[in-house]
């Protein structure tokens, strides 16, 4: 009998151990064997069969000891991972294979992990229960988790593996892990800059360095993939600055000497400043004028360099094409740098290319939203010349719907060069609500609202609502019900159907002139004029019973009197719609503003004209501010008649915040014996013909973790009156007129504060503070805080 050398021997145990590399060694006795091969027999298997390790052979039965393909065979058994040794012997002629078998991973578990859990280790680890075994795949995967550590600043992290044997030839897999402090970046230093200082630098930096009061942000701790695209935003500033020439050198990230943090200095070559030169604008498509498309340039002679805004011209030129039917234009760009006068000359040339068609209109992505829904919101069909604001538009169309978080059009190549296919991919949103809101005041106690709320009514579009609300004021209950598309046409309809009560005390205190229980119906309809103007009409018939409360003031009861009743109001209105705003629910640009009419007259109790105006502009700003200015108005005219108190406006939170609700404008003035105000929570509104509010709100960036969260802040300001009232029209002596004590006054309110919204996981959730800056003394009511909450579905 013949054996390997102990030299092979202890080579198998180390490959086995992954120390070395995998090489075979020959039996000493390999070059004086020249019989054959007659058995092959496996000992020291145990899960593995012997059947299974003789199938990795390059030997079989019947073969000569060929030291070569002896060597492979080695080579073949130890890189399947399936033994910790292997040991070829020979015993006459047979061909003994002694292999040792990797035991069987048990468990895995992972110890001293804060920052991960458990879930995102494993997901990185190749190995799992149940699993061979092996050092090499180990070492692999503690390498993949130190990567995410890395990725998340924990550049201290040390994981060291550790195994339990059990019985059986198992054993559990223990990872032990020191995560360490998370590497900062504890400073940015800059080595060659001469026309900007290093503190400019930073600022076009995402990166930042760690300071103890920037409790708020992630951008302090060290990421490689982030200081390189820093690199590329430096690169960028440099050359919109002028700097075509400049050049990043280097940039060296080094550990301080505690090991805690990095200090990460770039090495800059500023170059010398060009300007443009010669500009100019080739078009190889016939029917372009390229005099045209210069119009559509954001650069000009004589003006310094700026990459991006060869970029920018580049893209609006390619818009420009779009729009003119042509979709894969290719706009080539020829820049010459003049290095003697340090000017650069640039050529612009739109490449020809076919007039394109729409062959198909893909959508997907859509769940609950029928495909019609979507599609008829198109501002392109199928055999329409490609246009591509038409495109854009369709986009905006689909995404005004407020079924959709996102809404993208993508323009893929059609079955010959002149098509092309749209895709429309949607990721729908939550469209019904189930709405919760509290608020608590002087005025009306504590009041409770609920609502139902589908947006997309069975996929097709349609809104169903229902809303009650009570508190110790009045009782609100309403239901309606609008199609977007009647009879198939772009035609609004709907219907709403409402009932209201109003009480006249709370807790014994008088709050309203009137006890009032109102309910009615109104129709609607509406159709679009132009792209962005619509018009809609409605009509309402609405029965009112008024009973007046009664108090010791004579002139007031009488007053009242001749404002209470059974009244039918028949009111016919209209209104007009411009809209551009680019998301119906969570606008950051464009503009929405209506005006609209109503006339109370086609039979009926009451004769009165009212006009209202609302305006809403959101311009997005720097650094992701995005700023809204408000504005709201209106008037109401008794034709004929004095204006009822019920008739009239009623103004306050959260129109304007700040103050209570129906907490500004006429109000009754309740004195004493000598004269003086009491308390304004004691004395109930009367209504104005005339108001005006005005915001001005300032949505603050709270970053990409905040945006993930949902979470929103604002601040704002809000501004408005309520004046003119008819109430003292109802007085039918001078006596009674001289005996009115109540509060009018067009005089601005005004208040600041901010507001905090969070799209939670039990639903929306808006909290705001503000306090009233400009009030009337003694006559309106202030509210400082109200908050809402609610869920989606």
């Known amino acids: 009998m013949s054996f390997f050398c102990r030299l092979a021997a202890w080579g198998v145990i180390l490959v086995g151990l992954g120390v070395v590399a995998p090489r075979a060694v020959p039996p000493a006795n390999a070059q004086t064997q020249t019989g054959t091969i007659s058995r092959i027999e496996v ?104 990567e995410i550590y890395r990725a998340k600043g924990h550049f201290a992290a040390i994981i060291e593996p550790k195994i339990v044997s059990l019985s059986q030839n198992r054993v559990d897999l223990v990872y032990e892990i020191s995560e360490g402090p998370k590497s900062k970046v504890r400073r940015i230093n800059f080595i060659g800059n001469k026309a900007f200082s290093d503190g400019e630098l930073r600022g076009e930096m995402v990166s930042v360095e760690a300071r103890w009061w920037k409790l708020f942000t992630s951008f302090d701790t060290y ?54 030169g010669n500009i100019e604008v080739e078009s190889e498509i016939r029917d372009i004028n390229p005099q045209l498309f210069r119009g559509f340039l ?69 769940v609950r939203t029928l495909d019609r829904v979507i599609r008829r919101e ?93 508190s110790a004021l009045s009782t609100n209950t309403s239901i309606s019900f609008t199609e977007p598309w009647l009879f198939g046409r772009e035609l609004r309809g709907g219907f709403d159907i409402f009932r209201t009560d109003i009480n006249n005390t709370v807790r014994g205190v008088r709050i309203s002139a009137f006890e009032q229980t109102s309910y009615g119906l109104t129709l609607r309809a509406g159709l679009p004029l132009t792209e962005y103007v619509g018009l809609g009409v409605n009509y309402t018939i609405r029965s009112d019973d008024i009973t007046p409360r009664t108090t010791g003031d004579a002139v007031f009861n009488l007053l009242l009197n001749q404002q209470s009743g059974d009244f039918l109001t028949s009111q016919l209105g209209y209104n007009l719609v411009y809209n551009t705003l680019n998301h119906p629910i969570r606008p950051t640009r464009g503009t929405r503003a209506t005006f609209s009419q109503n006339f109370a007259g086609l039979g009926g109790d009451i004769t009165r004209l009212t006009t209202r105006f609302d305006y809403d502009r959101f311009t997005p700003l720097w650094y992701g501010f995005v700023f809204r200015l408000g504005l709201e108005g209106g008037f109401v005219e008794g034709l004929g008649q004095p204006v009822r108190t019920q008739d009239a406006f009623f103004i306050g939170g959260p129109r304007i915040r700040g103050f209570d609700n129906s907490g500004i404008g006429p109000r009754e003035l309740l004195v004493d014996d000598d004269g003086t105000v009491l308390d304004s929570s004691r004395q109930f509104p009367l209504g104005g013909n005339a108001f005006y509010l005005g915001t ?8 990409e973790g905040a945006r993930e969260l949902g979470v929103q802040a604002s601040a704002f300001a809000d501004v408005g009156s309520l004046w003119d009232t008819d109430f003292e029209e109802f007085a039918t002596t001078q006596q009674q007129l001289n005996a009115l004590n109540f509060a009018d006054s067009s005089q601005p309110r005004l208040a600041v504060g901010f507001g905090v919204s969070w799209e939670s996981p039990f639903g929306p959730f808006r909290i705001d503070l503000a306090w009233p800056i400009l009030k009337q003394e003694n006559v309106d009511n202030t509210q400082t805080l109200q908050f809402n909450v609610g869920t989606s579905f």
């Open 43 to 146: 000992v020291g298997n145990q899960r593995i069969e012997a059947g299974t390790v003789i199938s990795y052979l390059t030997v079989r039965p019947g073969d000569r000891f060929d030291p070569q393909r002896l060597n492979d065979s080695l080579k073949a058994l130890v890189n399947t991972g399936l033994f910790a040794d292997v040991a070829f012997q020979t015993r006459g002629s047979v061909l003994v294979i002694a292999v040792e078998e990797n035991p069987i991973i048990n468990r895995i578990r992972f110890d001293g992990n804060d920052k991960l859990d458990n879930d995102e280790l494993q997901e990185e680890a190749q190995l799992r229960p149940r699993q061979v075994f092996t050092r090499a795949k180990v070492r692999a995967d503690v390498q993949r988790m130190l």
């Open 223 to 276: 990421d490689p993939d982030r200081l390189a695209f820093d690199a590329s935003e430096l690169r960028g500033f440099y050359q919109d600055q002028g700097y075509a020439d400049f050049r990043l050198i280097s940039q060296v990230s080094e550990l301080t000497p505690d090991r805690k943090d990095f200090i990460v200095t770039f090495v800059v070559d500023e170059g010398e400043i060009y300007t443009f």
């Open 298 to 366: 954001n650069i000009r002679e004589g003006a310094t360099f700026s990459a991006s805004g060869i970029s920018n011209s580049v893209d609006n030129l390619t818009n420009a094409a779009g729009v003119l039917g042509f979709a894969f234009v290719n706009i080539a760009v020829d820049q010459t740098r003049n290095r003697e006068d340090r000017t650069i000359d640039v050529k612009f040339t739109v490449e020809s290319a076919p007039r394109v068609y729409v062959e198909r209109i893909d959508v997907r992505g859509n």
């Open 378 to 470: 198109m501002r392109l069909s199928e055999g329409d010349a490609f246009n591509l604001s038409k495109q854009e538009r369709s986009r905006q169309r689909i995404q005004q719907l407020g079924f959709f978080r996102e809404v993208e059009i993508e323009q893929l190549p059609g079955s010959q060069n002149d098509r092309i296919v749209l895709d429309v991919s949607v990721q729908e949103e939550a469209t019904g609500s189930v709405s919760l809101s509290a608020a608590f005041s002087s005025f009306a106690a504590f009041s409770f609202q609920f609502g139902l709320q589908q947006r997309n009514f069975l996929g097709k579009g349609q809104n169903l609502a229902f809303n009650f609300s009570i």
């Open 696 to 703: 001005a709100e300032l949505f603050l960036p709270l970053g």
